[in-house]
């Protein structure tokens, strides 16, 4: 491999894992369009319509009041203000006025710190004019993700639907380019195999007629591609086979991974019992809240986890009895829970009584050491006993296990209900646990059905019907091609065969480009016929295959045989189509608002590596090609021998006799 090769190689790779990384961002940072599992239903039912419809005031004043009402009620989000300071930051910076668009942007995050969409605009908006603090938004970014189970649910249900997406669009271009490539040899030997009962003209026409079939059976996308492929498996090389080969492998797995994919990912809502309690501890108390949890509760009386979501957004609402009720109960479905310990704690603290407190929280810190939040509320418990050494030390104790957290309480500590002891909440891994078991028993399983549906895939049955027909196609290439090699003319490029070439100097000729090479004398004078024998034999075809070649990238890549180089390039410009075509993600996030200017500078990032290496590939081609000079001698007469030289790879393969 050249020099030139290897650093395309590089660039195609470097290109393809760039690629990944950005469609993980535009994931979250990308605009819906499809309508998904995330229905418009959940947003309006997270916030308040009218808080969102409205611009709420932008003023100092007004925000610390905000503030102070988020703190006081012991939720981590103000969604409904969030989103409304959101949607005007957009607004603002669609108008062009920065200033207003930076401040709506830095209110909607602190109101609802995981929220993605004003970190992602403030990234945005720092990029280039303060560089610190865009990596300090995109620190918190990755802070939201590792402990945000809405923002993994949805960064890993987008991820995994345009990763199957953008593969599998890739191999079916990768393996319609490869027919391509090979259908004229497929065109050849069926006409010559009914040359022989027929005018060679009408045999022509009629394997054109039978190369079109696949066309006409009605597989959908993938399965005509499969067909088109398994039709000239006898001409591709083993790199163009393993692509086929895998295209094929997805095509028949995608009912299946659609099932996993669907149990992993069920639709979120008020009929999903985890995002019930996810809402209710995000969110505080609401009547919604409150009859979904029931709902839950009543269906699933024996899941701890309800009871606990209930309980606490019973406490920060100051029902207290309601608090100590669904956490009583939480703590006897669970006894071994150092979170449902920890909250029952707080419950008791909140009612005065300190001594089933001080046990709660013991017996939680005991279970779970490294849980911070035991011992910051135990130390608030002696407090309240004037134990001031011991309540030092726990609250070192809780420092060394998180020490932003408890600085951040600290600084916001009142007496008052939420602001002096801190709730623990449900970890991720729980939310995906109970979220699984759920998709399991829902067997609502079609994460992939819209994509599926777009490439013509589907569900068993229709797997079973393209695998059919493609062995099908490979028994009818492989009966095709049976004693009948076909080669390119070493000038012209042309499809020979055994009946139909013409060697010279151990190259295969077609017979018009044979007689040039073999008429006069001169090398010099040999070539200029050649290369007036090429003009003339792909004067049709030469414009044609150069458009295609600079508005398709990795066609012409394809078509010189460099497979791999040619799926690189391919992956990456389908899958930079694929982030324009959804605007960045597939399944909508909760809640889903639009906004038309987002993805501006994203695909930008993303046009221009690939713009850049598809030219970089045109150049290199073009070098090569004007670097290939034929190495013709002056001619001599035939020598007998049965090998001749392919007019693509240039490697000898041997004549197959009669």
Not at 228 to 251: D, S
């Amino acid at each position: 491999m050249t020099k030139a090769a290897v650093v395309f190689l590089f660039l195609g790779i470097a290109g393809a894992l760039g690629l990944a990384s950005v469609v993980c961002l535009t994931s979250i940072a990308g605009l819906p369009i499809f309508t998904s599992t995330l229905h418009a239903a959940v947003s309006d039912a997270d916030a308040s319509k009218a808080a969102r419809d409205t611009a709420p005031p932008l003023s100092d004043q007004f925000l610390s009041e905000l503030k102070e009402v988020r703190l006081n009620s012991g939720v981590p989000s103000l969604s409904a203000y969030a989103h409304a300071y959101y949607r005007l930051g957009a607004k603002a910076r669609s108008d062009g006025d920065s200033e207003v668009a930076l401040k709506a942007f830095r209110a909607a995050a602190e109101l609802d710190p995981n929220f993605l969409g004003p970190r992602f605009s403030l990234l945005r908006a720092y990029l280039f004019s303060d560089p610190s603090r865009a990596v300090a938004e995109l620190s918190s970014v990755v802070n939201v993700i590792t402990r945000d189970f809405l923002a993994q649910y949805f960064l890993l249900e987008n991820l995994s639907v345009m990763v199957f997406l953008i593969l599998a669009a890739a191999l079916a271009v990768f393996v319609v380019m490869a027919f391509v490539r090979h259908v004229a040899d497929l065109q050849h030997a069926i006409a010559e195999r009914l040359a022989a009962e027929m005018p060679p003209r009408v045999a022509g026409w009629l394997g054109v007629f039978a190369v079109l079939q696949p066309l006409l059976w009605g597989l959908g996308l993938a399965g005509t591609v499969l067909c088109c492929g398994g039709a000239v498996w006898n001409c591709m090389n083993k790199r163009e086979r393993f692509f086929t080969a895998v295209f094929l492998v997805m095509v028949v797995s995608s009912p299946f991974v659609s099932v996993q994919l669907g149990r992993r990912f069920p639709p979120l809502g008020y009929d999903s019992p985890t995002y019930v309690s996810y809402a209710a501890l995000r969110d505080g108390w609401t009547d919604q809240h409150e009859l979904a949890l029931l709902g839950s509760i009543q269906s699933d009386p024996g899941d701890a986890a309800h009871h606990f979501a209930y309980g606490t957004m019973a406490r920060r609402a100051a029902r207290l009895g309601i608090a100590r009720r669904e956490l009583d109960r939480a703590v006897e479905l669970s006894p071994h829970d150092a979170r449902y310990l920890n909250n029952l704690g707080n419950v008791y603290y909140n009612l005065g009584d300190f001594d089933t407190a001080d046990k709660c929280y013991r017996r939680a810190a005991s279970i779970a050491p490294s849980l911070p939040e035991p011992h910051y509320n135990l130390a608030q418990v002696y407090t309240k006993r004037l134990l001031f050494a011991e309540a030092n030390a726990e609250i070192d104790k809780a420092k060394g296990l998180d020490a932003e957290l408890i600085n951040e309480f600290s600084l916001n500590s009142r007496e008052q209900l939420n602001r002096s002891v801190i709730d623990a909440n449900i970890p991720t891994s729980r939310f995906w646990s109970a979220l699984h078991k759920e998709g399991i028993r829902a067997e609502t399983s079609d994460a992939l059905e819209p994509v599926l549906r777009l490439l013509g895939m589907g569900r068993e049955r229709r797997s079973v019907t393209i695998s059919f027909f493609f062995t099908l196609s490979l028994v009818a290439s492989a009966l095709t091609f049976r004693n009948l090699r076909t080669y390119r003319c070493s000038n012209c490029g042309k499809i020979v065969c055994r009946k139909c070439l013409s060697r010279v100097q151990k190259q295969a000729y077609c017979l018009k480009c044979a007689v040039a090479a073999s008429s006069v004398k001169s090398a010099e004078f040999t070539r200029l016929l050649l290369a007036n024998q090429l003009q003339l034999e792909t004067r049709k075809t030469r414009s044609v295959f150069a458009a295609v070649g600079i508005a398709v990238p990795g066609f012409r890549l394809v078509q010189a045989g460099y497979a791999i180089s040619g799926f690189l390039l391919v992956l990456l410009c389908t899958g930079v189509a694929v982030c324009a075509a959804v605007r960045g993600y597939w399944v909508d996030f909760v809640p889903s608002l639009p906004y038309e200017t987002q993805g501006v500078l994203t695909y930008s990032l993303l046009l221009a590596p690939a713009i850049v290496i598809h030219a970089l590939s045109l150049f290199w081609l073009f070098r090569r090609a004007r670097s290939r000079v034929p190495s013709l001698r002056v001619i001599r007469p035939e020598t007998s021998g049965k090998s001749v030289r392919d007019g693509v790879t240039g490697k000898p393969r041997r004549l197959q006799s009669g």
